[in-house]
């Protein structure tokens, strides 16, 4: 038995009631991440930015450490390109977001940006290399780097779940 269709074939009301079905189906069996349009959406606004993207070269199992006479629990991230090498440390702030410690080489003043869904953050390096953003909400982001004296290319993080 073949089964044609033809370009001038409508879509009915119980074709409809299949595919709604079908729909319900697949969102029992294998429902959508929470987030993943809007992480999506995200991915492409950075993108959008025209940077050279980073390459995620370690990803740090979570570390626990003595800060001010409380223990802190951290992960570390090193990205690189062939530009900038940038590693951070993701802890618990004080009021319980995400501190952002990071450090760029080659040492010298970067202008740093953090961003978000919902917004951007900024930071510059010290003559080192060395920034913080203390105190930032946990979830999706991207770093967008920046030589202060404005050489050299942009460049950017993948995103990261903070």
């Not at 349009?37 to 930015?49: C, E, G, K, P, Y």
């Not at 409380?70 to 951070?88: G, K, L």
């Not at 440390?89 to 869904?117: C, M, N, Q, Y």
């Not at 946990?138 to 004296?149: E, M, N």
Request: charged letters at 20%; one cysteine or more.
């Amino acid at each position: 038995m073949s089964t044609e269709y033809s370009a001038d074939e409508t879509v009915d009301a119980r074709d409809l009631a299949v595919l709604a079905d079908l729909a319900r189906v697949l969102d029992t069996l294998d429902p959508m991440p929470v987030g993943i349009v809007d992480r999506t959406l995200f991915a492409l606004t950075l993108d959008r930015l025209h940077t050279e993207v980073m390459d995620l070269v370690r990803l740090e199992a979570p570390l626990a450490a003595v800060r001010g006479g409380q223990t802190v629990h951290a992960r570390t991230i090193t990205f690189t390109s062939e530009q900038v090498t940038a590693m951070i440390t993701l802890s618990v702030s004080p009021s319980g977001a995400v501190r952002v410690d990071g450090w760029v080489a080659p040492a010298t003043r970067f202008d740093i940006e953090l961003h978000r869904p919902d917004c951007v953050l900024h930071a510059q390096s010290d003559d080192d290399g060395a920034f913080v953003l203390p105190d930032v909400p946990a979830g999706p982001a991207g770093l967008v780097l920046r030589r202060a004296d404005g050489t050299g290319p942009a460049v950017s993080t993948p995103v990261i779940e903070l």
